[in-house]
């Protein structure tokens, strides 16, 4: 950008810096609303993360505690054995999509369907249990995951968004209007001489 002061003080040059001035006080508009969106969208994921952590923490609580009875009545050692034969979890369904140029983590995944760790003669009913408890966990946490996500990236949005902002409010209108004050000043100044040089000449004349 040209330096300010360097500007020449001409009608043309004052008649850009007001359509500058126009369409920067337009963006200023726009990202202040997008602010306000992106706020209000925050407040309600974090009020919704909230929510969702408890409710997945007072479960993985009781899974926790399940585990520790399950490992107590059979080798962990025997434990790994078994689950290292169990075929691998398909990939989560869904990705990133793009909301007010952020994106978001839209992922999900349904409860999976759980074959037998092992013959009923290897092992007891405790770890099929915690298994089954962690499967109907697995959507939630998925959600959860999500919700923090989408926090995180909404907060770095709204930093950049805030710094916009405050560019705009702070430098870039302040110092349009500042030069546009200067010309139009320069402009009034010249005027007087265009006169007075016309008065002049006519006195000259008579």
Do not use: Y
């Not at 990939?91 to 994106?103: A, D, F, H, N, T």
């Not at 915690?130 to 959600?143: F, H, I, K, S, T």
């Not at 409010?169 to 030069?179: A, F, R, S």
């Amino acid at each position: 950008m040209q330096a300010r002061h360097n500007l020449p003080a001409t009608k043309a040059e004052l008649v850009r810096l007001r359509q500058e001035i126009a369409v920067s006080q337009e963006g200023l508009e726009l990202l202040e609303h997008k602010r306000d969106i992106l706020m209000g969208e925050g407040l309600q994921l974090l009020k919704t993360a909230k929510q969702l952590r408890l409710q997945v923490t007072q479960r993985w609580g009781h899974i926790e505690k399940n585990w520790q009875d399950a490992v107590e009545h059979q080798n962990p050692a025997s434990l790994k054995k078994l689950a290292e034969g169990l075929p691998v979890m398909p990939p989560l369904e869904g990705g990133m999509q793009r909301w007010m140029s952020v994106k978001m983590a839209n992922f999900s995944c349904k409860v999976p369907r759980l074959g037998l760790l092992g013959a009923v003669s290897e092992l007891d009913l405790r770890p099929e249990q915690v298994r089954g408890a962690l499967a109907q966990l697995l959507p939630e946490l998925v959600e959860l995951m999500n919700t923090e996500t989408n926090i995180r990236r909404i907060a770095i949005a709204l930093k950049q968004c805030h710094r916009q902002v405050n560019a705009l409010t702070q430098v870039v209108i302040p110092e349009l209007e500042q030069e546009k004050v200067r010309i139009e000043q320069r402009l009034e100044e010249k005027e007087r001489e265009a006169i007075f040089q016309v008065k002049l000449l006519k006195a000259r004349m008579l």
